[in-house]
């Protein structure tokens, strides 16, 4: 929500990719909670698949963004 009111487009850019990396370190979370059984199985494929798809999206616009500036 930040990155909306970024001062500039390298800014958003910035936030942009912080906001990346906090979704990989989600990931590394989510395989720590389900190598140590505190998810399920289907618990955890239903919360991966969606990080899967935020990562996605978020290198998606770094990528994009980082051609502008």
Excluded: P
């Amino acid at each position: 929500h930040e990155a909306i009111h970024g001062q500039s487009r390298k800014d958003f850019h910035a936030k942009m990719n912080i906001a990346l990396k906090e979704a990989s370190e989600m990931e590394y979370w989510l395989l720590l909670l389900q190598a140590t059984d505190y998810l399920d199985d289907a618990a955890f494929k239903s919360i991966h698949t969606d990080c899967e798809e935020l990562l996605k999206i978020l290198v998606t616009i770094v990528k994009n963004t980082e051609e502008v500036h």
